[in-house]
């Protein structure tokens, strides 16, 4: 009997975006159950297309128009893709049917849909992602709101899954008075992959000079909380004749001038923004051919960026927090903000022997082999599938 799997939260299906549409993807792509049909609705600008259906790779993908309104678009597209689905299952009679709603967006309008839901026959698993009320960039009263969606959110869901072990520790400490079971599911990457140094690779590093194991990297949203400055900082005092290249979001980004103004890193001529690259065969190259990556991000689960690092570049450093140290372990260096903390541990990592670099490297890859395959993260998930369906 068919297993109708509906996920919303990412903006689509194969699209070219961040950590929940590389989720969606390539869930997808490792389903070995053939039972299981998957429904992923698409974000999209453009009125003509508003609930115009299509089929990619046998999964049904509705467009749902939404306006563009900053960080609230995806509200928005959120409370407009289950409203929707709402209404396809029941016009559709759909059988066996689970709802997989990715981040707390929208928790307080959870108490209105479960009910429609459940009378439907739904169940609805809910993945916080990350802690998003801890991030720096929120004003205070958008934290309490987050605060609030995710108590929501949690306590109406009918079962929770967490891509991180200190996001499900949290969870169930916080939310003990509630019957909501929780479990761990990692975030995935792929392992063995061989980069080529296509077309685009080649145009930025002639641009800025850049030559293999002779720079560290960062692949990041461009955000004071994935501690940009501190890294800036301390790179700067090191005496690395490596350069340090910077993947980032950093158009029309107001906290590029505000960390311009704070380090003076335009006068550092290793330090090298090269704005957004969303080529994927590129960043795997910047990523297999950087000497050392750094990562600085100091919220959220197991983190998408973490995780290609990890399969591909053998030295890694890592901002130490409890989410980073949980997919790292021994595989890599663990810096914090003290003053002259990540200079020291820039100097100690660049005087690392090829053979060491190796045993690092060997032990990240080992990390990924273990517990963060796709294949094995998309098998976790269809257990949960089948747990929940079975309860029907």
Known sequence: MTKNII????????????????????LVKNTTDEDIKYYIPNL???K????????IDQVTCPYICVPKQGFVTMFTFTIKAINFFIKYIKEKELKNTVLVILGCKVGPLFPYWIPKLHKLGTKVVINPDGLEWKRDKWAWWIKQCFKISERYSIKYSDYCVCDSNSILKYVKEKYNKYITPATFIAYGAYENQKAVKNETVKELWKKYSITSKNYYLIVGRFIPENNYETIIREFMKSKTKKDLVIICNLEKNKFYESLQNSTNFEKDARIKFIGSVYDQEALLYFRQHAYAYLHGHSAGGTNPSLLEALANTNVNILYDVSYNKEVGQESCFYFNKQENNLKKIIMKVDKLTEKEQKKYGDLAKQRIHESYTWPLIANQYIELFDKLLTKN
């Open 7 to 26: 996920i919303i939260g990412a903006r689509g299906y194969k699209f070219n975006y961040g950590g929940w549409e590389t989720f969606v993807t390539n």
């Open 44 to 46: 999209t600008h453009e």
């Open 48 to 55: 003509d297309k508003d609930k115009k259906i299509i089929e």
